[in-house]
């Protein structure tokens, strides 16, 4: 038999012959013979002796499987018989996929593109998103997806038509592909050396794997073949019985005892089993010869602490009482056996899994055990094999070093197996996969615990997680924990849970664990040093590992008939609780200064109480523990509450940020539900079912206000300094109205309570949809049916909300689709609750009151300030009617009527805040009366009735008017009310001093009317009561009267006892209130006296908006309502007149801090005044200087005044501040920009832009765009004609011209030198580059790079305006000839050096370096003069075309330039012309020569051997204009002016003539020519078209022109269609003509209509001598010939001719064929962002041939370029800058692919732009986070193209940085 070194024709051959024996008889020998010739070819003894060993083997196997047949065609034979009907499709990270929330059952479900795009889901819910971990495409799968959304290809059923696989076909794998796989698991074990205690050697295991990439690809590839190979490779894979037989490693091959040896090893070094462990668990272990390994799941880790192999396992903190207690706790809990069932690899899969683990999941190994799931059987091996190992994941998870990619990769598994109810359930039923899970997250979090401290903190047995472990800092838990949440989703696996006692009992002990956890102790003295930032693996863990199990189990318990299921969790929740109390020690109050934001267990019971009552209709009295547990419970949610207000009110400042961090966490929209709302909730429960006294006392006793609470005017505060006090009073009350009016679990629908959410965020601010489906807090479990974008989002948020489309501000910025709350809500719904519950930063509350002002002052509801609206709520649900019970208690009242009598009387400390919630907690009770009560029950005895309290009953409504005469206040001895002596005649002010009045207040107290009230007092008595409820003792113990506060021992304030006279009720004290407000007496008035209505209709709109005066008015109304006698009462009180409420007595130390606080808030006012002040003037100031958004506005600074004949203009310097002239010695200059441009070369002969390709079809070339056109005009005169004439005949600078621009704004040109000085100097990091020249101008703060010299004198020449002067033609001709003679008579004589021709010459070299060498460089002899010469007029050029390009391409509008008095040309025009006349043209070539003299026949000079001069007929004649304007001296006068323009019109005109004729039909030639000869010799025969075509026909037929084949002909049969050719051919040289007269001459532009354009402008050049009606108009009575026309026209026909004599073929092409020029436009992009993003994300680059990472496209011409590709770097330029500067000279527009966004890239900085493409709600969709599908937004289109045309990125983009060419 061949050896396996056999060539390759050998193998095939061997491999057919061994297939054929297989066949036949002798089975059973080829077999053995197949079997030793694998074992020679994958024999690992070989090792993986690199890349050629095994491409040998791989090529052996090749042959072997095809049996000898070519592979390809195997291949082929093979997928011919897959019954496919899943798509199966795995990727990794990075890949782009998409998810259809329409379409899905899980959450989990995704598609890959093509599957996505061949399925019908327009209009379905669905985005497209960036896999973080990899996944595959559940395309097929019923299980995860809903049928309707397959595609095309998966709709079909399996097994239709898919025939049987032929035996004979895979009969070779059957026997190839076990011993294949045999040799990998060999490779592996053989690469893979336990480590010894130090780190694996990542280096050796990615060797190993890199060997091993051509076996495991292979191994993929064949699962690519399809369902068949798959069902082999599944048999394989799972069979035990090729594993027993292959692995045993008994037998002689001593290779493979060896490697069973490594492979036991490494099972040991697992951590899987230990010796220890025989003794432990009575395991004998076999000789290492048989595979009977014992392997402890979990129970080897029993034994020790943590792994025995790692020695870090050790606790961190060395106290082994710990350690002892945990290993306690584990054991007791797990349910050894189950889970310690013996690990034995049975099968390939098995121990393949097992290595895949070892090597921490390589992502090939990964690929292909994924590859494999379509197949049903293997699918449920291979989820059995990894619930078998899932204890081993953990572990190997844990001392990974690359714990998150190994994360990713875990998941990637996982979420593809537990996604499948089916299967989790056979899974949980048939491997114990809950139990599994709960038992490894518990083991897992056991590594990781440390003493709790909280509350008792020597004894405390209580532990809780460290939150500064890795563990927890890095999320290590999340693979495990996201497995155990998607299992939860699945209703049959959640039931079980539920179901099972003891699982319930294990998990309760593991979210214990993080009960009190993250311990923040107040640091009292100085700052913390080190600010731990712990607190966010804190919330993240409890979120992930316990809010979210446990919304997935709620989502179960949705009925009646899952009642038990509640019962099960509270029942062992509170356990647990109660276990967690015993541990910490707590008896009833909690540790000072210490909190934790982290109960998950009381979360847990709250929210399965909330879901018992309001889904399952459960009596929540049967589910309540005692009263003593739910005073327990209360505690420390309300230590939480309490802490929070402490942290605002900066008490915890010295913990550093991160306490305000975890307060706003606390709160913030992802945690709000699963944090803040199950607390307020629990308290409500808790306050419902408490004694209402206590629970108010407990209050404010948490808050540290008690003592605050008295009516002496001073008090001393042992717990709280004064400074918080008042913002820790506005807490407790803040939080007294929240708890009392929220009802989000008391009642609220679904609906009503997103409603309520979307209109607190809206009132906030305005918000994006995103934005909004973020903040809204939704149900964290993803199954919950709360689906963001769910309909009842949508149609709530469009009843609630309008849509303010985006819109662009001036300045740039551009906004977002916001929504903005409809005026109804604001009317009706804003809630300011709802807002503080919300607010994550308290600034938010004082915006949203902001808006609400705003909305009443301009709805004309209310135009002062006023106060939150009282909202009403929905109806209590009937189970927590006891909460009621806290508005109707006397505890609460008589807090009210105090902080209502010391509002009345200023006492310090108190502000509109407390009052407005005081009065808020009134109104809620009035709003929630127990029951009316009946007037006849009040006797005239009750007053005598209640001796020793303040208030008769517990009714607010008959309180209200119960009047209070006397008070007892314990005072210090220092109050104002123990110093005072009232005189003994007036006890009506009530202050009886303790000394003077000792025997009356004897008597009062006898008398029992004063009141002594303690709260604390109150609150042990009552929490004695209910503790000892059974003894006798309650009835001893008795309110001790005399302490006014329960105080510690060593606080001992000198307290004195007084009595107050008070004489009020509430209702008095409220009236005196508003009076108080209204700054009025007897400002109130009873409304009801003259309207009766109101009492039967009391809700009246005038009082739901208002300030404090409407709040109290309404209270009263309310009041009146409810009872006769009140009503009657407040009659009273108004009747009789208020007596002013007395003067203050005020102490020298309050007096200080009264005024303190006075002249704080004098202090803030004025400086608001100022602020504003200070904003309209910048505001004012914005407006005149600064309007940069539209080139044509105007600017304040006027560069010239418009005095009448004042010689000199006047300049203003915006650095030193002087006006004054330009001169010589001081020249002033002109703010510029200079910036190289090729917008104008990338104009197109056609109105439509072209299209952005977006298939391989569309592709955009740049031959048609005016750069290309003019480059291939100047290339072909150059080959034919002499250089230096060439460089004249054209302009350049279509691409890479120069254009200037300013702010309008002046300076001195050496103050701009101090200017660049000091901003070199300045240290700050500016956006741009000082170096290079660049600077802002100093006053409007528009991005500059030069100066350009104002020109002394006059800047318009207004002198020399007149009217048409009388000169005849000739002598003007002439003048003008002699001017251009007189070289050198510039006024600024250029032989002296002056400052001016300095700075001239300077800001030349500034335009001249402007733009790179390759623009400006055209001559054939490199550096000649001719090249400056053809720049500087170029340049001109330039500007005057970009001009009229930002007028829309004509000048119909007229008026002043665009940039009216931004213009710089006049300035620049002086500069080249200045340049232009260092150059002085020889007289033999002057053009003016050729165009006004007739010349004589030279023809004898053209025999020498130069090239000759470009024909007059080929000259462009707007680039002679400008050489002939700016070579005559300046300034130039206007006469001379329009003689210069009455030459040339003749020269266009023939031109146009010649252009008309070549584009003829011959007969159309003919005819014109012979009417043309009739006509000649009429009178006005030089003015007329037909006689001179004629002529000129006739002229050219003499050379070869006509002769060459037809060009596209015009029938120009039609007059009118000539005339119309010849108005368009001379229009664009007239609109050139007509700005530059407009910009040296002043005066502004005509309007008109587009069709009279040429007229007016002929007129207004002074080419139509007089104005004629339009319709008789002829474009030939504008001529006026310098000499007669046809001796001309002869004499440049004859040039032409000459020419075609002897280049025949480029007559035509060289005349000049005005085309009409579109304007220049970006590409057309298409509608749907999806069409740019599928073709160009993975389309490979043109330059690199890879897929770039970043893919950018140029928007200017559609060129793909890799964005920071290293691939396409030329000399240290990435491709995007490159492109930048050949496609634009410097600028470049580029949208990125994967960004959906543009940047810009100009010169030597970028900016990101924004984007074009927004999402059905108006938003941008930034590296496609969202993935939701983008259209254009044309408007936002529209701005970019504007301001690329105009010239205006660096003005109005802001944000610029660098690109230091990296982009």
Known sequence: MAGAGASGRDKWETAKELKKALGGEGGSAAADDLRTLLERVLAPEAGPGGGEAAAEALEWCRCLLSGGEPWDSFVQAVRAYDPATLCGLVWTANFVAYRCRTCGISPCMSLCA?????????????????????????????????????????????????????????????????????????????????????????????????????????????????????????????????????????????????????????????????????????????????????????????????????SDEEDQDGSQGVGKRKRVKLSSTTKDQSIMDVLKHKCFLEELLFWTIKYEFPQKMVTFLLNMLPDQDYKIAFTKTFVQHYAFIMKTLKKSHESDTMSNRIVHISVQLFSNEELARQVTEECQLLEIMVTVLLYMMESCLIKSELQDEENSLHVVVNCGEALLKNNTYWPLVSDFINILSHQSVAKKFLDDHSLLVTWMNFVSFFQGMNLNKRELNEHVEFESQTYYAAFAAELEACAQPMWGLLSHCKVRETQEYTRNVVRYCLEALQDWFDAINFVDEPAPNQVTFHLPLHRYFAMFLSKAVKCQELDLDTILPDQEMLMKLMIHPLQIQASLSEIHSNMWVRNGLQIKGQAMTYVQSHFCNSMIDPDIYLLQVCASRLDPDYFISSVFERFKVVDLLTMASQHQN?????????????????????????????????????????????????????????????????????????????????????????????????????????????????????????????????????????????????????????????????????????????????????????????????????????????????????????????????????????????????????????????????????????????????????????????????????????????????????INRNTSEANQVVRPKTSMKWSAPGATPQLATAILEVKESILSLLIKLHHKLSGKQNSYYPPWLDDVDVLIHPEIPRYSHGDGMTAVERILLKAAVQSRLNKRIIEEICRKVTPPVPPKKISSAEKKTLDKEERRQKARERQQKLLAEFASRQKSFMETAMDVESPDADTAMEVATSEQH?????????????????????????????????????????????????????????????????????????????????????????????????????????????????????????????????????????????????????????????????????????????????????????????????EMESVMKDIKSTTQKKYTDYSKSPGSPDNDFLFMYSVARTNLELELVHRGGNLCSGGASTAGKRSCLNQLFHVLAMHMRLYSIDSAYNPWRKLTQPMQDKNSELVSEELPEVPVLYRDVSSLLL??????????????????????????????????????????????????????????????????????????????????????????????????????????????????????????????????????????????????????????????????????????????????????????????????????????????????????????????????????????????????GLCCKQQSYCECVLHSQNCGAGTGIFLLINASVIIIIRGHRFCLWGSVYLDAHGEEDRDLRRGKPLYICKERYKVLEQQWVSHTFDHINKRWGPHYNGL
């Open 1523 to 1764: 050489i002939q304007i700016l070579t005559m001296p300046q300034p130039l006068h206007k006469e001379h002016f329009t003689c210069i323009i009455k030459v040339l019109f003749t020269l266009l005109y023939t031109q146009a003539l010649a252009a008309l004729s070549v584009k003829c039909s011959a007969e159309d030639r003919i005819a014109w020519k012979e009417s043309g000869a009739l006509k000649k010799n009429t009178s006005s025969g030089e003015k007329s078209w037909e006689v001179l075509l004629g002529h000129v026909i006739s002229e050219l037929s003499k050379g070869k022109i006509y002769e060459e084949g037809e060009t596209e002909e015009l029938t120009m049969v039609n007059r009118d269609s000539v005339e119309c050719y010849l108005q368009q051919f001379c229009l664009p040289f007239l609109r050139i003509t007509s700005l530059l007269q407009h910009h040296l001459f002043g005066g502004d532009l005509p309007s008109c209509q587009e069709d009279e354009e040429f007229t007016v402008l002929a007129n207004c050049l002074g080419l139509l001598p007089s104005f004629q009606s339009a319709h008789q108009f002829t474009s030939a009575s504008c001529l006026d010939w310098p000499v007669p026309a046809f001796d001309m026209i002869s004499q440049w026909c004859s040039e032409l001719a000459s020419f075609a004599d002897r280049h025949p073929d480029q007559v035509k092409a060289l005349l000049i064929q005005e085309p009409k020029w579109g304007l220049p436009r970006l590409l057309q992009l298409p509608e749907n962002y999806n069409t740019i993003f599928q073709y160009y994300h993975r389309k490979t680059c043109t330059v690199c041939t890879k897929v770039p990472k970043d893919p950018a496209v140029c928007l200017v011409c559609g060129t793909f370029v890799c964005l920071k």
């Open 114 to 310: 093509e599957c996505f795009h061949q399925g019908e889901h327009a209009g379905h819910d669905y985005n497209m998103f960036r896999s973080q971990a990899g996944g595959a495409c559940d395309c097929g799968d019923s299980n995860v997806m809903r049928e309707a959304g397959f595609c095309k290809r998966h709709r079909i059923k399996s097994n239709s038509n898919v025939p049987c696989v032929p035996k004979d076909l895979l009969m070779m794998s059957e026997l190839v592909l076990p011993q294949f796989i045999f040799s990998l698991i060999q490779h592996l074990r053989e690469g893979y050396n336990e480590p010894a205690l130090d780190l694996p050697s990542e280096k050796d295991l990615h060797k190993i794997l890199q060997v091993l990439e051509p076996h495991v690809s292979f191994l993929e590839d064949l699962t690519k073949m399809g369902g068949a190979m798959r069902s082999v490779l599944t048999q394989v894979l799972t069979s035990q019985q090729f594993y027993k037989n292959l692995t045993s490693g008994v037998g002689e091959n001593a290779y493979a005892k060896k490697s069973h040896e490594k492979y036991l090893i490494a099972l040991k070094g697992s951590g899987l089993a230990f010796p220890e462990d025989k003794l432990a668990c009575g395991v004998q272990e076999q000789g290492a010869g048989t595979s009977t390994l014992a392997v402890q799941g979990l129970a080897g880790a029993t034994a020790t602490s943590g792994q025995g192999d790692s």
């Open 1206 to 1398: 004042v010689s000199e203009a006047i300049y203003d310097c915006v650095i030193c501040g002087q006006s004054g002239p330009s001169t010589e010695d001081r020249p002033t200059g002109l703010v510029v920009l200079l910036q190289a441009s090729s917008v104008l070369g990338q104009c197109r002969n056609s109105t439509e832009p072209k299209k952005l390709p977006t298939t391989e079809e569309e592709q955009i070339y740049p031959w048609d765009t005016c750069a290309a056109l003019h480059d291939v005009r100047l290339t072909t005169l150059q080959r034919y004609f002499k250089d230096s004439s060439c460089l004249q005949a054209v302009s350049i600078g279509w691409e890479g011209g120069v254009y200037v621009q300013t702010c309008g704004h002046t300076l001195h040109i050496d103050c701009h030198k101090s200017y660049m000085e000091s901003l070199r100097n300045d240290q700050v990091l500016q956006g741009f580059s000082v170096d290079k020249g660049e600077f802002t101008c100093p006053l409007c703060r528009q991005f500059a790079n030069s100066v350009l010299p104002c020109y002394p004198g006059n800047n318009v020449e207004r002198g020399l305006w007149q009217s048409h002067s009388n000169k005849c033609m000739q002598d003007l001709v002439q003048e003008v000839e002699d001017l251009q003679e007189q070289l050198g008579t510039f006024p600024v004589s250029i032989s002296s050096e002056t400052n001016l021709s300095k």
């Open 718 to 1026: 042992t717990v709280l300094d004064s400074e918080h006090e008042r913002s820790m009073l506005e807490g407790a009350l803040t939080f007294l109205v929240l708890l009392l009016s929220l009802r989000l679990h008391l009642g609220m629908t679904d609906d009503e309570i997103l409603r309520a959410e979307m209109v607190a965020q809206l009132c906030m601010n305005d918000r994006t949809h995103s934005s909004l489906l973020d903040l809204i807090p939704e149900n964290p479990n993803p199954k919950s049916g709360i689906i963001p974008g769910s309909l009842s989002f949508e149609s709530v948020l469009s009843s609630v909300a309008d849509f303010k489309a985006p819109v662009f501000e001036p300045g740039g910025s551009m906004q977002q689709g916001m929504y903005t709350p409809k005026a109804e809500v604001w009317d009706k719904e804003f809630d300011p609750v709802m807002v503080i519950l919300r607010t994550v930063y308290r600034r938010d509350v004082q915006s949203a009151m902001d808006r609400y002002t705003a909305f009443l002052k301009q709805s004309g509801k209310f135009p002062g300030n006023p106060w939150p609206p009282y909202k009403k709520r929905t109806p209590l649900h009937p189970s927590y009617k006891g909460l009621i019970k806290l508005l109707h208690c006397k505890t609460l009242h008589i807090v009210l009527f105090t902080l209502l009598y010391k509002m009345l009387m200023d006492h310090q400390n108190l502000s509109e805040h407390v009052l407005c919630m005081v009065l808020y907690l009134i109104e809620l009770g009035l709003e929630n009366s127990p029951e009316q009560e009946s007037d006849e029950e009040e006797s005239a005895g009750g007053q005598e009735r209640c001796h020793d309290s303040w208030f008769p009953g517990s009714n607010l409504v008959s309180n209200m008017r119960h009047f209070i005469n006397y008070v007892r206040v314990r005072v210090p001895e220092t109050a104002p009310e123990v110093k005072k002596e009232p005189p003994a005649s007036t006890s009506s002010d009530g202050l009886a001093s303790s000394q003077s009045s000792r025997r009356k207040s004897l008597q009062r107290e006898n008398s029992g009317t004063a009141q002594v009230f303690s709260l604390v007092a109150e609150r042990r008595k009552k929490f004695q009561e209910i």
